[in-house]
């Protein structure tokens, strides 16, 4: 906790050398002020991304259209100075998501060499609990905001009075800053919190409250944006996993049913609209072993729980605040990359040898694929303390997983054990003859796979095993082979939201037909794609294009794949018609 009595002030500038003006939004120059302003009720977050990018385009021009020739124009999206009260890590990297939209951000903070120092556009020294310090940072900027909420509500108060634009307002930062008056205000919006009630207990000037333990199974947060207009963008909910208190891991998104991360939004969303000013809120929250969400509390800044989004996002949390604050309209909030995992660079020493563990991480996390290293220049390391962070996005939370769990661990990354992205299954060993043309296609095209021996009828245990496990693992398509009654592929179709393709096997009754019938003839809600009998080949190739719709490189392989085909079928009728067909079938 920073001393209040930390009254001295200083000044330093730094201009970062990386900045740039390369945005999303392609033609914001020469816009006027009115209409940047405008942006939020012009330009609704719709579901269709194109559909979003029309009505900002028309929005655009017609702002454009419309803008009085004596109204200034911004040189960019915005020419508003934002005043972070506070420069540690969050401010960092409000300073370099702002840096790639050329918005110019100074920073309130004690520390000469914080975080955010070097890439700030302006450093004063001071304490941002000192209301004289305060006033007077804030003369140098036209927006003011935090990256803590442990600021002075009075002073921001009083400024808002005076006609400073204070985004989130006094009254949030007043309410988030007393965890009693926070839980009165949620109750009161009919948030569910677990049980608490206000204790008179001597020596304490604040006051006490006990809260009732939540018997959570798991803990989630839920990142919300809050424009301008009061317009709400919920980024998904993801689990955090705390080590002493501490968040340490978050996976993104949470691995739950559709319901729960749906009423994990509902609730956040409810609970940011509740309070007042514009920026992104970070809300955690209860999850219990009966699927009911209960609230725990709220931030109103950009938070740990959001820094995956920079890698896994659209927008990232601080380009996201940068936009709400200034008034820009808010961005795509939903996911790029299928899985993401952060993992928190805590202090495990202190001094060199916390800086020599943290090293050996980092250098393994960097040759590890889909692996991005955030390092916070924080010039002291102490125990627990946070230092950097890693995040790692994948096709599969099974696979970002095996990833996370290679840099955690020496070895080099040649260790780094290939999770399969698709499961081939069948009934019995007899199979394999047969199963095992969809393995080599998937070899072919550089596709990691697994062949497992899985049986309906002997193994069903084994089976529901496999089929309620395979999403979690990273497995993202299955092939499964079945002959005779072919219950196989149907069943784990019931059991797993992945899609299946199922291969009839030829058996020695019925020519395999009775395989190939039992597996089209799914009840309505359990679909299972099918190929020819005996033709795992083209089960092998179905899995390929399936994986290809997220993955270009694979997608690219397949047209490939089929220009070869094309051109072996143009080489065979160039030597049929030049040969004729006695030479050409002796050949």
Known sequence: MLSPSSHQVGFTSAFSSTRSSLVRFGTFQKLSSTSISSFSSSCPMINQQSARSIACSASIERDVSQRKEDVPAPHGLSDKIVGVLGGGQLGRMLCQAASQMAIKVNILDPLENCPASSISHYHMVGSFDDSATVEEFAKRCEILTVEIEHVDADTLEKLEKQGVDCQPKASTIRIIQDKFLQKVHFSGHDIPLPRFKQVSLGGFGHGLYVEQWAPFVKELAVIVARGRDNSILCYPAVETVHRDNICHIVKAPANESWKIMKLATDIASRAVSSLEGAGVFAVELFLTGDGEILLNEVAPRPHNSGHHTIESCYTSQYEQHLRAVVGLPLGDPSMKAPASMMYNILGEDEG????????????????????????????????????????????????????????????????????????????????????????????????????????????????????????????????????????????????????????????????????????????RGVPVATVAINNATNAGLLAVRMLGVADTALQARMAQFQEDARDTVLEKTKKLEKVGWEEYLSS
């Not at 040759?367 to 950097?388: E, F, I, L, N, S």
């Open 352 to 523: 060199e040898a916390g800086f020599i563990i943290a090293n050996q991480i980092i250098k393994r996390a960097l040759c590890t694929p889909g692996a991005t290293v955030h390092w916070y220049d924080k010039p002291d390391m102490r125990k627990q303390r946070k230092m950097g962070h890693i995040t790692v996005v994948g096709p599969s939370m099974g696979i970002v997983e095996t990833r996370v769990k290679s840099f955690l661990k020496e070895g080099s990354a040649e260790d780094i054990p290939v999770a399969p992205r698709v499961g081939i299954i069948m009934g019995s060993d007899s199979d394999l003859p047969v199963m095992k043309e969809a393995a080599k296609v998937l070899d072919d095209f550089g596709v990691s796979a697994e062949v497992r021996i899985v049986s309906a009828h002997r193994t069903p245990e084994l089976m529901y095993s496999y089929a309620t496990s395979a999403r979690e693992r990273g497995i993202q398509v299955i092939i499964a082979g079945a002959g005779g009654a072919a219950h196989l592929p149907g069943m784990v179709a019931a059991l797993t939201p992945l899609p299946v393709i199922g291969v009839p096997v030829r058996a020695s009754a019925l020519d395999g037909l009775d395989s190939l019938l039992s597996i089209v003839q799914m009840p």
